[in-house]
């Protein structure tokens, strides 16, 4: 019988194409923890009062600034106020996201998908970091199963929406995206499978975090 876990916190970095969401949504329901990935959109809009597509057009970019005043100016969060001049920078809309970060964090064992967590929780007990990647030639044939693109399509889609993810990653955690140094583990699912990922990721959280 599995031993009950402490309340941890699972954040997956991941190449786009690796299998990585696969990876951490099958971990969560094994590991019985929430699961977050573009859900953290929806969780800030609703927690801000700001409208999704703000958060949308700013997910994971570096380098968008959006008229607040467009889709609503009245928010709140913690007590925080609309920005002076009704403009909201994407500095702005990271600190709203990594706030609903933290307060998702403290409810119940999560799993979260990109979006700098494990960073926003750096200062947390029980947090643990993995790093998802693939071979180039794997990542073109999901990512073109997966938008029905051509193989040359598909590596584009690759390259121009990783250029976005990585440069979001450094600018906000002064780390380099997908460098082993970043993380406490790395995986490849071609070398090994999304289901062998899985239970090497679900067998390290269970021997650092199982109740005694």
Known sequence: MKKPLKHFSLCIGRELGSGGKEVAATLAKRLDASFYDRELIYHASKESGIAPELFEKADEKTRIKIAGGFFGLGFSIHGAAFPQGGFLCNEELFSIQSQVIQDLAKIHSSVFVGRCADYILRGEENVFSVFIAADMKDRISRISKIHNLSEKEAEE?????????????????????????????????????????????EDVIRNLYSEE
């Open 157 to 201: 889609y690759i390259l121009q929406n990783e250029k976005r993810r990585s440069e979001y990653y450094n600018y906000y955690t002064y780390k380099k995206w997908g460098a082993a140094a970043s993380y406490n583990m790395c995986l490849n699912t071609s070398v090994l499978g999304i289901e062998k990922c899985v239970d090497i990721i």
